[in-house]
């Protein structure tokens, strides 16, 4: 059974740093693509940031690219989050999912909240 369980949320400050991790198991990963969404209050989920399991490569939503990066750890089956420069529109509900095909995420974690602060 694939299970994915996001940790890392919290409250902190505009301008501050959170580091979220995503814990993947029950199958291997290579070949997937591993990615963050995340869902504020009122709004549909949104993607923040992708990585290929087996090259590493990565897309970023303009929204966070140069204050977020993604990257994994192969012998642990993780991926991260790096948030950098939070601001207040930040604010959401943290998706990690994983994906064997282009067309859509098969798994998904239950999420972990992030909220930022003025």
């Known amino acids: 059974q694939v299970q994915l369980v996001e940790s890392g949320g919290g409250l902190v400050q505009a301008g501050g740093s959170l580091r979220l991790s995503c814990a993947a198991s029950g199958r291997t990963f290579s070949g997937y693509r591993m990615g963050w969404f995340r869902q504020a209050p009122g709004k549909e989920r949104e993607f923040v940031a992708i990585?290929?399991?087996?090259?590493?490569?990565?897309t970023y939503a303009d929204s966070v690219k140069g204050r977020f990066t993604i990257s994994r750890d192969n012998a642990k089956s993780a991926v991260f989050l790096q948030m950098n420069s939070l601001k207040p529109a930040d604010t959401a509900v943290y998706y990690c999912?994983?994906?064997?095909?282009?067309?859509?995420?098969?798994?998904w974690g239950q999420g972990t909240q992030v909220t930022v602060s003025t």
């Open positions: 999912a994983a994906a064997s095909s282009p067309r859509s995420w098969e798994y």
């Open positions: 990585i290929n399991w087996s090259d590493g490569s990565t």
